[in-house]
């Protein structure tokens, strides 16, 4: 039962961050950053895109019930929250980028094309998005151009390594709250079950893969290859791959915080059903 729920929510998690691509960096930089590059709203979305992800998961016919469902909603909105979520970016964008790298992206973000970009990245990271990206499958991988391009850019920016560390993390917290609403006195060894789900992952990185593949030429389905071109090269920037790193790994960061809060409600709500 977990290994497709969390397949779901780290591919639509990877719909908010496959994008994102010493002197000291200002407050009111970073601020404006986060605001250009569309980060901030995308964060916003993220508790909403999660909990669609377990919808989406009894819909495809998951073995779900009411009451995990439902323990799930109660446990990501005590603990996954985007304001601290943003707060630990911050700390990890200025703690990576240099105050030049700072400019240069804003600069990107500023320009007529990265605008653009911005646009489209957030007009798919919304859970109506991620259904309608389902819906265009087969026209997206009949285009073996944007596939292409789309595979480039799961490479610059270690999409599919983030959407299998975000799996194994959901899968082995959701586990554990289910454990431990059964007896909380037990002692988990959470260590095997990472070993049990990384073996599993393993066999099914290569449908993760096109997954995301998949997200990322929906995305810009309507951006001409020319001007894909051009984001591609922006992308394999030091300053833009130092972004995107330090926004994925903040956002693990904050998850990897936020983990026994998570396990703690989650098992609580499933414990009164017992």
Not at 26 to 44: N, V
Not at 128 to 142: E, F, N, P, T, V
Not at 155 to 184: C, H, I, N, W, Y
Request: hydrophobic content about 45%.
């Amino acid at each position: 039962m977990l290994k497709p729920i969390a397949r779901i929510l780290s591919l639509k998690a990877l719909l908010l961050f496959s994008s994102l691509a010493s002197a000291a960096v200002a407050d009111s930089a970073i601020d404006q950053l986060l605001h250009l590059s569309g980060f901030e709203a995308q964060t916003a979305e993220i508790p909403a895109v999660m909990k669609s992800g377990f919808e989406d998961a009894r819909q495809q016919g998951a073995e779900l019930p009411e009451e995990m469902y439902r323990a799930f909603v109660v446990a990501m909105d005590k603990s996954l929250r985007p304001s601290e979520i943003r707060k630990i970016v911050v700390s990890s964008l200025k703690g990576d980028l240099t105050e030049a790298e700072v400019n240069r992206l804003l600069t990107w973000y500023q320009s007529d094309l990265g605008r653009k970009i911005t646009a489209e990245e957030l007009a798919v990271s919304t859970p109506d998005g991620y259904r309608a990206m389902l819906q265009s499958a087969d026209k997206l991988m009949a285009d073996s151009k944007r596939m292409a391009f789309a595979q480039e850019v799961d490479r610059l920016t270690g999409a599919t390594d983030f959407a299998v560390t975000l799996q194994e993390t959901v899968s082995v917290a959701v586990f554990s709250a289910m454990m431990k609403s059964m007896d909380p006195q037990a002692i988990l060894d959470i260590e095997q079950v990472q070993a049990s789900l990384k073996s599993e992952l393993a066999q099914t990185r290569s449908a993760i893969e096109q997954s995301i593949a998949l997200s990322i030429a929906y995305t810009y389905r309507n951006v001409p290859m020319e001007e894909l071109e051009q984001y591609r090269a922006f992308l394999a920037e030091g300053g833009s791959v130092k972004f995107t790193t330090a926004a994925m790994r903040g956002f693990k960061q904050a998850l990897d915080a936020s983990i026994n809060e998570f396990i703690d409600s989650m098992a609580a709500v499933l414990a009164q059903g017992h």
